[in-house]
């Protein structure tokens, strides 16, 4: 069956941050706003001989929340990872009033590394938790969801990726010619030795609060977070819904790691999205600190021609959460353009990048009756880049 689409729009009904500064989206938004931040130093943590800045949750504090919310006793059964998974997308789908079994839901599910803390303790023949696909099973099966899900892990741009898998799904349907109603779109992320100690051989951690596009950065923090949108298509759109306009994922093949110096990739992601710059409130970049990535995105932005437009990264309030960070940024930049504001780089003191753009360096007010849209842009390992333009009506 053959359904016009033409005129319909992909926009959220439903959405849910679980992080270290709360565990509703808007508990998060209201503790950014006052400032907060969870990134703490910790030292020994994951057994780890060198201390690292990052933002974790208090574990006996979300598995307290996890009973609190499933009523079981189940949540031995579950990682930390799934557990915020779970409770992210519970709290969303109760906030849609969807039925998240029906056969026209897709679970689309993004995380770089997932369970893969537990493939150091030693597996027993054919376990198969520590795949990425493998969770994605079972927080789907959790909801009773019989269809299968859609497992994004793109590096650091599956956040985005996955929310624009999710608008595909719900334009053109599924491989198997099923035309969906709902997509309930997870990131989520937990933190451990092989992820931390990962990074820390890159020398791409930074010891000290990370600062975000500042001429001294020293690097990136790392945290965890998970996040859900439940995602549907119509075109009675209910006020103040943030409807995806439009999604680019553009790879360069540029370094197994190091973003392209051009900004290439970026560069032609932020260009198929025939965004009007006028309309545009900010660009919540990436922004994870880091020497290379943050001149990057500097670079893709002014070639974009959008020099003059405010950026802010998030990343110094709950650092960087990986597969989580574009869904996480995204509910974040949508409450903020919804109460008509632009949230401050934290721990930008003095901007200096290699590309010239408008780092937003304080809370800012800013009508939205024009300006309601924002940009996101992602990029990650492999020369993987995605870029997404939002509107909030």
Same mark, same amino acid.
């Given at each position: 069956?053959?359904?016009?689409?033409?005129?319909?729009?992909?926009?959220?009904?439903?959405?849910c941050?679980?992080?270290?500064?709360?565990?509703?989206?808007?508990?998060?938004? +209201?503790?950014?706003?006052?400032?907060?931040?969870?990134?703490?130093?910790? *030292?020994?943590?994951?057994?780890?001989?060198?201390?690292?800045?990052?933002?974790?949750?208090e574990?006996?504090?979300?598995?307290?929340?996890?009973?609190?919310?499933?009523?079981?006793?189940?949540?031995?059964?579950?990682?930390?990872v799934?557990?915020?998974?779970?409770?992210?997308?519970?709290?969303?789908?109760?906030?849609?009033?969807?039925?998240?079994?029906?056969?026209?839901?897709?679970?689309?599910?993004?995380?770089?590394? &997932?369970?893969?803390?537990k493939?150091?303790?030693?597996?027993?023949?054919?376990?198969?938790?520590?795949?990425?696909?493998?969770?994605?099973?079972?927080?789907?099966?959790?909801?009773?969801?019989?269809?299968?899900?859609?497992?994004?892990?793109?590096?650091?741009?599956?956040?985005?990726?996955?929310?624009?898998?999710?608008m595909?799904?719900?334009?053109?349907?599924?491989?198997?010619?099923?035309?969906?109603?709902?997509?309930?779109?997870?990131?989520?992320?937990?933190?451990?030795?092989?992820?931390?100690?990962?990074?820390?051989?890159?020398?791409?951690?930074?010891?000290?609060? *990370?600062?975000?596009?500042? +001429?001294?950065?020293?690097?990136?923090?790392?945290?965890?977070?998970?996040?859900?949108?439940?995602?549907t298509?119509?075109?009675?759109?209910p006020?103040?819904?943030?409807?995806?306009?439009?999604?680019?994922?553009r790879?360069?093949a540029?370094?197994?790691?190091?973003?392209?110096?051009t900004?290439?990739?970026?560069?032609?992601?932020?260009?198929?999205?025939?965004?009007?710059?006028?309309?545009?409130?900010?660009?919540?970049?990436?922004?994870?600190?880091?020497?290379?990535?943050d001149?990057?995105e500097?670079?893709?932005?002014e070639?974009s021609?959008?020099?003059?437009?405010?950026?802010?990264?998030?990343? &110094?309030?709950?650092?960087?959460? $990986?597969?989580a960070?574009?869904?996480?940024?995204?509910?974040?930049? *949508?409450?903020?353009?919804?109460?008509?504001?632009? $949230?401050? *780089?934290?721990?930008?003191?003095?901007?200096?990048?290699?590309?010239?753009?408008?780092?937003?360096?304080?809370?800012?007010v800013?009508?939205m009756?024009?300006?309601?849209?924002?940009? +996101?842009?992602?990029?990650?390992?492999?020369?993987?880049n995605?870029?997404?333009?939002?509107?909030?009506?």
């Amino acid at each position: 069956m053959v359904i016009d689409m033409t005129d319909s729009k992909v926009y959220a009904i439903g959405d849910c941050i679980i992080s270290p500064l709360g565990y509703t989206s808007e508990q998060t938004y +209201k503790a950014i706003v006052n400032g907060e931040s969870k990134l703490e130093l910790h *030292c020994g943590t994951f057994d780890l001989p060198q201390p690292f800045f990052g933002s974790i949750f208090e574990r006996d504090s979300l598995d307290s929340e996890f009973y609190s919310e499933t009523g079981t006793d189940n949540n031995i059964l579950y990682s930390t990872v799934e557990k915020a998974a779970i409770l992210a997308a519970m709290r969303a789908i109760r906030n849609a009033s969807i039925d998240p079994a029906a056969d026209n839901v897709i679970f689309v599910i993004s995380s770089t590394k &997932g369970n893969i803390s537990k493939a150091s303790g030693g597996l027993m023949p054919n376990d198969e938790s520590p795949y990425v696909w493998s969770s994605s099973n079972r927080i789907a099966q959790f909801f009773g969801n019989k269809n299968k899900p859609v497992t994004v892990s793109l590096a650091c741009t599956s956040g985005i990726v996955a929310q624009i898998a999710a608008m595909r799904a719900l334009k053109y349907g599924g491989s198997n010619g099923t035309q969906y109603k709902y997509a309930v779109v997870i990131g989520a992320e937990e933190l451990s030795k092989f992820i931390i100690s990962g990074f820390q051989s890159f020398r791409a951690l930074s010891t000290e609060r *990370c600062m975000p596009f500042d +001429k001294d950065r020293k690097g990136l923090n790392l945290g965890e977070s998970a996040a859900a949108i439940v995602y549907t298509i119509g075109t009675d759109i209910p006020k103040n819904s943030l409807v995806m306009q439009s999604g680019a994922i553009r790879n360069d093949a540029n370094h197994i790691s190091a973003p392209s110096r051009t900004a290439e990739g970026l560069y032609r992601a932020i260009s198929a999205l025939n965004a009007d710059k006028e309309k545009i409130s900010f660009i919540n970049a990436h922004g994870t600190a880091t020497l290379y990535n943050d001149d990057m995105e500097s670079v893709s932005i002014e070639r974009s021609g959008w020099s003059n437009i405010p950026v802010n990264s998030l990343k &110094g309030y709950l650092g960087h959460t $990986l597969g989580a960070a574009g869904v996480v940024e995204t509910i974040l930049s *949508c409450y903020a353009v919804r109460n008509g504001v632009i $949230l401050p *780089c934290k721990g930008t003191v003095t901007p200096g990048t290699v590309g010239q753009i408008n780092p937003c360096m304080e809370l800012t007010v800013q009508s939205m009756s024009h300006k309601n849209c924002f940009v +996101k842009l992602i990029s990650g390992f492999g020369g993987s880049n995605a870029a997404a333009l939002f509107q909030v009506l």
